[in-house]
Nanobody, 132 residues
């Protein structure tokens, strides 16, 4: 099981930057991929960035590629989303989610890739508001 808590949201002007953090709590033997999602009012929740369990693999939605960077510190169990050149359309509640890869042993390289669906655990979300 993985518990997730997001932080770092807030109000920023267009063109500015924010860094979101997702602090994970899990047993040492648990390995998980992570995705960052966002949901704007009246819209479906959508994945914007994903990172593999090791951090070696990342992927991004076209709308944020080149502006957002996902990374993770597996010693501290924190996953980051660095957001640069923010636009008003980035305004949303941002969630991190975890997809369990293994609960017993270190996965092999064949399971070391970003995941786009089937997430098992979710954080509570953090609001990001970009003013134009």
């Amino acid at each position: 099981q993985v518990q997730l808590v997001e932080s770092g949201g807030g109000l920023v002007q267009a063109g500015g930057s924010l860094r979101l953090s997702c602090t994970a709590s899990a047993r040492a033997s648990v390995y998980y991929a992570v995705g960052w999602f966002r949901q704007a009012p009246g819209k479906d929740r959508a994945l914007v960035a994903a990172i593999s369990w090791s951090g070696n693999g990342t992927d991004y939605a076209a709308s944020v590629k080149g502006r957002f960077t996902v990374s993770r510190d597996n010693v501290k169990n924190i996953i980051y989303l660095q957001m640069n050149n923010l636009k008003s359309e980035d305004t949303a509640v941002y969630y991190c989610a975890a997809d369990l890869i293994s609960q017993t042993s270190r996965p092999d390289a064949s399971h070391d890739y970003p995941v786009w669906s089937g997430y098992d655990y979710w954080g509570q979300g953090t609001q990001v508001t970009v003013s134009s």
